[in-house]
């Protein structure tokens, strides 16, 4: 049966002129089908590249809207149009505008994991691959970390000359991430390291041996000679880690490292997608004009 979907989404992908992108969240299945898998930096920055007129998008809505927004001449089409990242709704426009009143110099640097309306109001967007480096790189001192305050806080404190203002929205999945059931598989297995995306709170940053995007986890494990590896972050990852690296060993600290949104994709609506060419991405004119500024700044400064 999978094979015989498998057969049937490449049929339809040359019939389509489409490639299929995918975040390392999604199911390993889907993963597998993909033409290229990547962190949202790599996946952003990709979309650029294609010769190739329809992108079939494999991850959340924010994805695809960047997407799109970097290539308004193309069709974007999501695999589930529902998968959406809740932490891209944590924050509304009213509050940016009460930041700017209140710093006339303020940088309002937003995660990509936001709306394309909140990009229209930032100065710049970041990832978790090049934060560090796209705030250090803006004039300002003063930045509006926006939504993510668990990765502003890791940001901020590699950028100490900065002057930082936080926002409180946050990931689920990461944020259930508990430091007792990491120091508890670290009890375990105490010659393992601990890998942990900055999503996750400070306290799990705090002990992590290496903090990085899913893309960066997975480099770093595939380098390392260590041969044990506590992951923090979404399960998703073990599919490339396994694959990358089929002796050495990963370790899930719980059953919650599941994002719902991510595993909606699956191989029948990737093909359902080709089939019937939708559900498509649009974003409204007025609003894609602006929010693709600071999606453009953010693959200037992190290049
Ligand atoms: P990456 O940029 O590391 O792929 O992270 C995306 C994301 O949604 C993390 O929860
Ligand atoms: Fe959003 Fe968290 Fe899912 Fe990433 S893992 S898409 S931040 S809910």
Redesign the pocket.
């Known amino acids: 049966m999978e094979n015989e979907l498998v057969r049937e989404i490449a049929k339809w992908k040359e019939k389509r002129d489409a490639v299929i992108l995918a975040?390392?969240?999604v199911d390993g299945a889907v993963q597998e089908i993909a033409d290229y898998v990547g962190?949202?930096?790599y996946l952003a920055k990709i979309a650029t590249e294609l010769k190739e007129q329809v992108i079939i998008f494999c991850g959340?809505s924010f994805m695809g809207e960047s997407a799109k927004l970097l290539n308004p001449n193309k069709t974007v089409i999501m695999a589930d149009s529902s998968a959406d990242?809740p932490m891209a709704h944590m924050i509304d426009k009213e509050r940016i505008q009460e930041v700017r009143k209140e710093y006339s110099d303020v940088a309002v640097v937003c995660y990509v994991?936001s709306t394309a309306e909140i990009k229209a109001y930032s100065d710049i967007c970041v990832?978790?691959?090049n934060a560090v480096k796209v705030v250090k790189a803006i004039g300002q001192k003063n930045i509006f970390f926006i939504p993510d305050n668990n990765l502003g806080r890791y940001v901020s404190k590699m950028i100490p000359e900065k002057n930082f203002i936080f926002h409180d929205g946050f990931?689920h999945?990461?944020k259930s991430i508990h430091l007792d059931r990491v120091i508890e598989a670290k009890r375990v297995n105490p010659e393992a390291k601990v890998l942990a995306?900055p999503?996750c709170t400070k306290d799990v940053l705090n002990i992590a041996d290496y903090i990085g995007?899913?893309?960066e986890i997975i480099a770093y494990a595939t380098q390392s000679e260590c041969e044990k590896f506590i992951i923090c972050?979404?399960m998703g990852v073990f599919f490339e880690l396994m694959r990358k690296n089929p002796k050495k060993k990963f370790y899930s600290v719980g059953h919650r490292q599941f994002?719902p949104n991510m595993k909606k994709v699956t191989l029948e609506k990737v093909l359902g997608a080709l089939k019937e060419m939708g559900p498509e991405v649009l974003v409204d004119k007025s609003i894609s004009k602006k929010a693709v500024i600071p999606l453009q700044k953010m693959l200037e400064f992190a290049k």
Do not use: A, I, P, Q
Request: proline residues 0%.
């Open positions: 975040h390392y969240y962190d949202s930096y959340v990242c994991n990832t978790s691959s990931c999945v990461h995306h999503e995007s899913t893309s972050t979404e994002c």
